[in-house]
């Protein structure tokens, strides 16, 4: 939680404020990477190997982060408070973290990558940074997809560390609620609290900063209307037991426009993570799918033919 620097300010907030806006954990990528193991070791197809290299990939990107200090770009440049991912300018610091993360990876991750791994950390700069400024606008090829996860893994690093720095006071409230107030990226999922002061609120989950948003439950928060929400989920007596660490993992879907996000109730199980979840619970999105819904908010993990 965050403490406000100014006591006035907080008494003036009141007691029981609601903070619009959290800030992602100092551990984040940490916690992400025991969650992934946890969920790879639950899983009996094929798919184990790619959550656990996910696992292994969040540890490296702690350990990187831990390496380096980021300076906070000049904030509210535009409409986000930082700098907005889709725009496509890569951070100076990217290529050196890039390439500490690679190092990091490299050393553990199994021998069909490490030819990916290689053909990265050789491109020089100007290549590695022309890569990067696809993947942050959407415009990199199928050819590049496989790589698209280590650049996205090494830009989630350098904005989670930026939004990490900011105040909440830096972060005012705003109508919109799809799309993370600090870079612009679409939300890949939400959260409901268990306990403490924000028990039973709703906070969107940015895949790209890691930051936290609050926003209503009643409302989608793709169309903004609130008649036609339904939660949808696996039904747990047909599924097999390996599914029990998956069983936080909710449909949120709207009739209206037709989305559908995940949701994570953390009273189910405390330890989602709305970007690890999600890749653990595919099952949902086929059954989801299968209803006609169109799924909102992507993943950057999440390989679409891959
Ligand atoms: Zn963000
Ligand atoms: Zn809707």
Not at 19 to 48: I, K, T, Y
Request: net charge negative; aromatic share 6%; with cysteine.
């Amino acid at each position: 939680m965050n403490t406000p620097a100014n006591p006035a300010a907080a008494i003036e907030k009141g007691l029981f404020h609601t903070p619009f806006w959290l800030a992602p954990a100092a551990d984040v990528f940490a916690q992400r990477s025991v969650r992934f193991q946890e969920l790879a070791a639950a899983e009996n197809s094929q798919w184990r190997d790619y959550l656990a290299l996910l696992g292994k990939l969040a540890a490296a990107q702690q350990a990187v982060a831990a390496k380096h200090v980021f300076a906070l770009p000049p904030t509210h440049q535009g409409h986000t408070v930082l700098p907005q991912a889709a725009l496509g300018e890569v951070p100076a610091d990217f290529y050196v973290v890039l390439a500490g993360l690679l190092a990091e990876v490299g050393t553990q991750a199994p021998q069909n990558v490490q030819a990916e791994l290689n053909a990265l950390a050789a491109l020089p700069r100007a290549a590695a940074e022309a890569l990067a400024s696809r993947v942050l606008t959407g415009s990199s090829t199928p050819e590049e997809q496989a790589a698209t996860v280590w650049v996205q893994a090494a830009l989630q690093i350098i904005w989670t560390a930026w939004a990490a720095q900011l105040l909440e006071d830096a972060v005012p409230p705003v109508q919109e609620r799809t799309h993370c107030p600090c870079c612009g990226t679409e939300a890949v999922g939400s959260v409901v609290f268990a306990s403490g002061d924000l028990a039973g609120l709703r906070y969107m989950h940015c895949p790209h900063c890691n930051s936290r948003w609050n926003a209503l439950r009643a409302k989608c928060p793709t169309c903004d209307s609130s008649g036609g929400m339904a939660i949808q989920e696996i039904d747990i007596d047909a599924a097999v037991a390996q599914v029990a660490p998956l069983l936080a993992a909710k449909a949120e879907s709207c009739d209206v426009c037709r989305s559908y996000r995940k949701l994570y109730r953390l009273e189910k199980q405390q330890y989602a993570d709305p970007l690890a979840d999600d890749l653990a619970s595919l099952g949902l999105d086929i059954l989801v799918g299968e209803g006609g819904y169109q799924r909102a908010g992507a993943n950057p993990f999440l390989l679409l033919g891959g």
